[in-house]
Structure formats: structure tokens, C-alpha cells
């Protein structure tokens, strides 16, 4: 598979960021109160919770630390020996992020939008593995810097090369970024508000989108590369 271009795999990166941000505000208001993504966040929760002896609390820090760590873990294997950029076996890992974002989508439906303690551990715990998934994936993009789930650094680096070179555009990947974090939690919440039962579905279409974006322009790029022409040149074997 070849790559998609760099200012494409820019744009899908700020997709992602989108889905990553309507999945988090759906765990912070819905589950626990635990992030998907933020694991600074979710470790201040944690501390929190050690120092109160708040059980439930804890558990729902397991679930979002672990969930992320194992989505790393999982997602970092069979990436391990490719080169950065799209190819085969990162198209793999990103389906497998949009199969779990669907699978909880289909876990909020089933519960209504209304889950229980257990249920929503569950789910944050599935959001958490996508999340780490889809972290192993942008740092894999072959955009050095990208954050997709994780936007502090991003923020910093903006701000640092702005004050350093007054003169200097800023980072627009950064900002698209930014911006698609902050969209996906504005349009997460005002479908939590609306149509609360479907507020997943938005975070798991803008995920199967970009894999099915990716495919399509990988796949037509193989397709535009001209055959050698002792491909098609018979054999002069006996």
C-alpha cells in the first residue's frame, strides 16, 4: 500500500482528533467521570480516589489507564517493524479502533444511553483501548510531532515557536488538530443533548471514515503506478 500524501494524512489526523474528542466528553460527563484519552486527567482522578479510599473511583481508574495502556500494547505489535506512514498493517489497527468504537456504540444502545456502574466500566474501559489504538496510529503517521489524543505538546510547541519566530506561520497541523479536538467535543455534547442514544455513533462513523478514506486513496494510488513493461513482455523461455 502506498501512503496517502502528507497533507492528507494531515487532514485524516484532525478527523481523528474529532472522534477522539466527542468519545471523551461522552466518558468524562457519562462514565465515572474517567477520560478516554487524557491519562494526566485520569491519573489526578486516581490520586484523588487513592486518597479518599473511593473504590468505585479506583476501578474506574483501572479501566481508563489499563484500557489505554493495553490499546497501546496491542496497537504497538504489529506495528513495530513498519516504516512510518500508512500502509497495510496500519489500515489493520485502524479498523480495529473502528470495530471497538462500534462495538461501543452498540454497548450504549443496548444500555439505552443510561449505564450502570458495571456497564460503564466496561465501556470506558473498551473507549480507553480504542483511545490507545488510535494514539500508536497518529505517532505512526509519519507526521513527526501529531497528537491526535493527547494535545498538551502540541499546544506547547505552537505557542513556543510563536514566541521564539514572531515571523513564523504557526503549526496549522497543530491548530487543525486543536480545533478538531475542541469540534468533536462540541458536537459530542450537543448530540448527548439531543440524541443521546446515538452520541457514540459519531465518534465511530468519523473513525470508519478515515480508514475507508485512507484505503481508497492507498488503493488508487497502486492503481495510478504505471506496470514495468518486462511485466507484460513474454517470456523467452522455451
Not at 480495529?96 to 462495538?103: D, F, I, P, R, T
Amino acid at each position: 500500500m502506498h501512503a496517502p500524501s502528507r497533507q492528507t494524512t494531515a487532514g485524516l489526523l484532525v478527523v481523528l482528533a474529532a472522534a477522539s474528542g466527542c468519545l471523551d466528553v461522552i466518558c468524562l460527563t457519562r462514565l465515572n467521570g474517567y477520560f478516554a484519552s487524557v491519562i494526566t486527567g485520569n491519573l489526578v482522578q486516581f490520586g484523588h480516589a487513592i486518597a479518599t479510599a473511593n473504590a468505585r473511583s479506583l476501578a474506574g481508574a483501572v479501566a481508563a489507564v489499563g484500557g489505554y495502556a493495553l490499546g497501546v500494547a496491542g496497537a504497538t505489535l504489529p506495528l513495530r517493524h513498519g516504516g512510518p506512514g500508512w500502509n497495510r498493517r496500519t489500515a489493520v489497527v485502524a479498523a480495529a479502533e473502528a470495530v471497538l468504537l462500534l462495538g461501543f456504540t452498540a454497548g450504549w444502545l443496548g444500555c439505552a444511553a443510561r449505564p450502570g456502574y458495571a456497564a460503564g466500566l466496561v465501556l470506558l474501559g473498551v473507549a480507553s483501548v480504542a483511545s490507545g489504538m488510535q494514539s500508536v496510529i497518529t505517532i505512526g503517521a509519519g507526521i513527526r510531532g501529531a497528537s491526535t489524543t493527547y494535545l498538551t505538546g502540541s499546544l506547547t510547541n505552537m505557542v513556543r515557536r510563536r514566541v521564539l519566530d514572531p515571523h513564523r506561520f504557526a503549526d496549522v497541523g497543530g491548530l487543525g488538530r486543536l480545533a478538531g479536538l475542541v469540534g468533536g467535543a462540541v458536537l459530542g455534547t450537543v448530540v448527548l443533548r439531543l440524541a443521546p442514544t446515538w452520541a457514540p455513533a459519531l465518534a465511530a462513523a468519523l473513525a470508519v471514515a478515515v480508514v475507508a478514506v485512507a484505503v481508497g486513496l492507498t488503493r488508487r494510488a497502486v492503481a495510478a503506478v504505471p506496470q514495468s513493461p518486462d511485466r507484460d513482455r513474454p517470456s523467452s523461455r522455451p
